[in-house]
Structures are given as C-alpha cells and as structure tokens.
C-alpha cells in the first residue's frame, strides 16, 4: 500500500516529527481542508445550542430562563457564528480546498504556504470572536449586521465582534484569490473552461465575489470602528451622518455573500446530480453560465433589505425589478437539474438522497425568497419570523444541506473509508422531517405578525413555537446522529475502492483511496468533458498508475 497524504505532508517551516505539529504546518491542500472542517463544526454546534437555548426560552410566551437581553446576545452570537465563523468560509474553505485541486488535476493549490496562513488568519479572527465573549461587557447584542446608530451606542463589545468580522473577511478574500489563480493557472492540459467540473464553476464565480465584494464590508467595518471610538459623524444622524448609508454598505457585501455561499452549494448538487443519474448532466454550459451570471446579478440588488429604511420609491421599483432577475439564471439551474435526472438510471444512494431533498427545500426557500422581493409584501412581512423561516429555509435548507450532501459524496475520497448506509439514509430522514418541522410553522407566525428578534409573544403564537420546539429536538438529534455515523465510518468503516460511485470527474480517478500527498501520478490529458457516460457507464477509463486513458 503506498503511502497517503494521512501518512506524509509537506510543512510550511521545516519537517517536525510529531504528527500534532505535521498538521499545524501543514501546506497540504487536503489536511488544510479537513482543519477548516474540523473548526467549523466545533462553532456550528456552538452556535447549534445558541439556537436551541433560544427555542427553548420561546417555548412559551413570557420569560422562561433568560431576560431580553440575554436573548438579544444568544441570537447574535447565534448569527454571527453561523454566518462569519461557519458558513461563509464554508464549502469553499473546506471542499475547495479538498476536491477542487483534485478535480482540476493540479497537485495543491497555487499558493500553498498562503493557504496555511489564511487557514491561521482564520483561527485569528475565530479568537478574537471568541474573545468578545468574554472581555468588556459581554457579547454584542446588535444582531449579526450590527445596524447603526444601535451598534454605535450599546455598551456590549461590538467593535470586537467587528475586528474579527474583518480578519475573517481578510481570510475570506485571500481564499478567494488563490482559488482565481490556482484555476487559471493549474488546469491539467486539455481543460478549457468549458471542460472544467461545475463544481469548480462554482468556487470560480464564488472567489471573484470573495475578491470583489469583501473588501467592502471590510471597508465598512473599519468605518463604524472610527465612528464609535472617535465620533467623527458619518453613521450618526446627531453628527450629521446617516444610519441607512451603513445598511447600505453593509448589503453591497452581504447580498453578493448570499450567493458566496449559494453558488458552491449549487456546484455539489451539479455534481452529485449527474453522477447518481448516471447521465451527462443537462444544459453543462447554462449551469456554468448561470453562476457566473447570478455571482454578477448578486451586486446589484442589495436594495430589497432595505425596503422599509427609507429609500425613494423609485429606488424600490428598481431594486425590486433587479432582484427578479436572480430567480432566473437560478430557475435555469434547477430545470437542469430536473432535466438531467429525466430517463436516468437513478441510484438513490445517501449524497442522491441529500440532493433531492435540498431541492425541496431550497425550492421553498427561494420561492418565499421571490414573495418578500415584492415591496408591498415586504413591508408586511419584514422583520417577522416569515423572513426567518426563508432564510433558514434558504441557508440551512440549501447551503448547509448541500454541504452535509458533499460530505456524503466525498466522503469515501477523503477517508478511503465508507460510512453505514442505512444509518446514513436515517440520519438524512431525521434531519429532513425535522427541519420542515421546525420551520415551516414559521411561515404561518410570520404571516400572522410574529416578530423576529423577540423574546417574548402574544399567547396566539404558542402553537406555533412549539411545534417549532420539536422539530428542532428531531433536528439537532438528526445532526448528531449524522456526525456519530461519520465518526463510525471514518474509525471503523469498511475501506473503499478510490472510484465507489463509478464517477466520472478527474478527483475520482486517483491512484490509491485517500489520495497519496501529491494527488494524481501524472498529470493527466483532458480530452473529453466532465461527465460522459454511455448507457449508464462512464465513458472515459484510467489507468490509475499512468493517467493514461484505457477506454
Ligand atoms: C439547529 C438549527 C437552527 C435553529 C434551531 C435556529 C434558530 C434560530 C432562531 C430561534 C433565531 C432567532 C430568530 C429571531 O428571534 O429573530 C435564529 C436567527 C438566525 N439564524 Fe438560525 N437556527 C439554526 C440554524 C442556522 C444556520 C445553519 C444558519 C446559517 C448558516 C442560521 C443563521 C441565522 C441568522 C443569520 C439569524 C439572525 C440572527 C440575527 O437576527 O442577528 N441559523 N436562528
Ligand atoms: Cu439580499
């Protein structure tokens, strides 16, 4: 058995001896990627029980265990961990890292030793997040887009929630750069644009907005940080500033963020699809095109958050015009998808199931997306639990489901190991069941006036949080079980074979299963396009030694 990148890594400073300090320096695109992991669930599941503390107060109506205020930090630190700690680093930091090298036949990202110190810039702005809790008078209470002039005058630690806000950005961005040139730069021979995986389509749109877009809200940070230490007036109205120029800057970076964390999302169903139909996927170059253009349509519609902050009603017209144009190229995606699976030989296997079932849901979250960028409805449902439920719906229901798809999928590749099908299937059905259990219900409250952002409730509401209060016992059951069947698998499953789902793209056709540290043995020719199959096989066959084509 040769050896795996598990066995050997190449290091940043010199070679160490102790396995611990190999994976604190290693420069190896895949142990990289399994930290990121590693890191971010530990704070998803924080953030997890923050969420849990909260559906636990709103149980019933009146205060249960905590006051308002404590409410006021749980959802913050809630908001903040699972956007800035969890998921926008997310897919990229983890599967681009991973497989995105892989796919393209390039032996590590261009910037290796660059890819270490963003991994630690990260674990920087994560300290400093942390740090926060616990220096000054306690976490910021301003919710996760700190919204002036509130965030301006409360006495909570908000501009280190900020700071770190702006290292995480700053790791964002130096991902984002890396991914541009390393595709650019380090495609196997015969691979144009139009022969790359979507996946890879998928973290290329998303790094031009990582570049592009996060400099802005760093921009915007560092703003409000002189504003609250120096009062120099340009949030706060009493100093001749505008509070709406910050929601403003601020959703000129977090709208396009959205769709940062959309389109990698949207590059795993693309090839989990295909793969599980056993079909070349439908419509390649519309999928392709479709990302780069919502990564472009996303700069131009930051307006519909703004709605009821006072803009002029032209404005509004045309923001809300704007935003309809996302549901496009979005709407073309999943027809392809659709199309793709039509006369497939369809295998529901576990990252299969996952697919579909984000179709579902992220159908919901996108559709209840399309009714709140109407301004009339918007003015009604804004701030209620209804734009709650479609953004978990959207975020949770499609990047983070999509996410825990990729895992499946790329599971054996990461590990050489396979996972308990049948424990794996019940874990998706606890998740699924409880998700839709927890959520949905919101849809209604919102509908009928619950506002979000609140501790406390009129009685007619209760039905509602409680259902919601056991969807979400069903649901975080279902998260942990998912992980102890991972676990399990990782520790005790049966080895792979380095092609398990008879995949076509280049990451499945390694020599060994994990791959070895420098990934494929030859760098090999790519003369055909990313998913052929005939009759329900692949087309394209390696020698895995070679890389030369035996079909
Ligand atoms: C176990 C699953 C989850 C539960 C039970 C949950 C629950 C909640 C609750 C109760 C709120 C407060 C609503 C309000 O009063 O306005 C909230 C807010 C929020 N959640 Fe979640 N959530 C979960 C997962 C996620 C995930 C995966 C994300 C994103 C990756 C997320 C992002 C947010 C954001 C951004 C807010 C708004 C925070 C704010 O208003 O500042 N949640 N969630
Ligand atoms: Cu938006």
Not at 48 to 58: C, K, Y
Not at 458 to 465: D, R, S, V
């Amino acid at each position: 058995m040769s050896k795996t990148y598990f066995d050997e890594t190449h290091c940043a400073i010199g070679h160490p001896k102790s396995t611990f300090m190999q994976w604190m320096l290693t420069i190896d695109h895949k142990r990289i990627g399994i930290m990121y992991a590693a890191v971010m669930f530990v704070f998803f599941f924080v953030a997890v029980f923050t969420a849990f503390a909260m559906r636990l107060e709103l149980f019933a109506p009146g205060g249960q265990y905590m006051d308002g205020d404590t409410f006021n930090q749980a959802f913050t630190l809630h908001g903040v961990i699972m956007i800035f700690l969890f998921i926008i680093p997310g897919i990229p930091a983890v599967f681009g890292n991973i497989v995105m090298p892989l796919m393209i036949g390039a032996k590590d990202v261009s910037f290796p030793r660059l890819n270490w110190f963003t991994f630690w810039l990260y674990i920087a702005g994560c300290c400093i997040a942390l740090a926060s809790l616990f220096i000054g008078e306690g976490v910021a209470d301003t919710g996760w887009t700190f919204y002036a002039p509130y965030s301006m005058n409360t006495g909570t630690n908000v501009i280190m929630a900020l700071v770190a806000a702006f290292v995480l950005g700053f790791a964002s961005i130096l991902t984002g750069l890396n991914f541009l040139v390393t595709i650019h730069r380090l495609r196997a021979p015969g691979m144009t644009f139009f022969k790359m995986p979507l996946f890879v389509w998928g973290i290329y749109a998303t790094a031009w907005i990582q570049l592009l877009a996060t400099p802005v809200v760093g921009i915007t940070l560092v703003l409000a940080i002189l504003e609250k230490y120096f009062g120099i007036g340009i949030f706060d109205p009493a100093k001749g500033g505008d509070p709406v120029l910050f929601q403003h800057l601020f959703w000129i970076y977090s709208h396009p963020a959205v769709y940062l964390m959309i389109l990698p999302a949207f590059g795993i169903m693309s090839e989990i699809i295909p793969t599980f139909s056993r079909k070349e996927v439908f419509g390649y170059r519309t999928i392709a095109l479709s990302s780069a253009s919502i990564a472009g349509i996303g700069y131009l519609v930051w307006g519909h958050h703004l709605y009821t902050s006072g803009m002029s009603d032209i404005a509004k017209t045309v923001f809300s015009f704007l935003t309809f144009f996302v549901a496009i190229p979005t709407g073309v995606k999943f027809y392809d998808w659709v199309a793709t699976m039509y006369q497939g030989k369809i295998v529901l296997s576990t990252p299969m199931i996952w697919a579909l079932g984000t179709i579902i849901t992220f159908a919901i979250g996108g559709i209840t997306g399309i009714t709140i960028t109407m301004i009339g409805m918007d003015v009604h449902l804004q701030d209620t639990y209804y734009t709650v439920a479609h953004f978990h719906y959207a975020i949770l229901g499609g990047v983070v489901f999509l996410m825990f798809a990729g895992m499946h999928y790329w599971f054996p590749l990461i590990t050489g190991k396979m996972y308990n099908e049948t424990k794996a299937k019940i874990a998706f059905y606890l998740n699924f069941i409880g998700f839709n259990l927890l959520w949905f219900p919101m849809f209604i409250a919102g509908y009928y006036g619950m506002p979000r952002r609140y501790f406390d409730y009129l009685p007619e509401f209760e039905i509602y949080h409680q259902i919601s209060f056991i969807g979400a016992v069903i649901f975080i059951s279902g998260l942990i079980y998912m992980f102890w069947v991972f676990f399990k698998g990782w520790t005790k499953g049966e080895a792979t074979t380095p092609n398990p789902w008879n995949a076509t793209t280049l990451e499945w056709h390694l020599p060994t299963s994990p791959p070895p540290l420098d990934n494929h043995s030859k760098v090999p020719y790519v003369d055909f396009d990313p998913y052929e199959y005939k009759h329900g096989e692949p087309v394209v066959k390696f020698n895995y030694e070679t890389m030369q084509r035996i079909d």
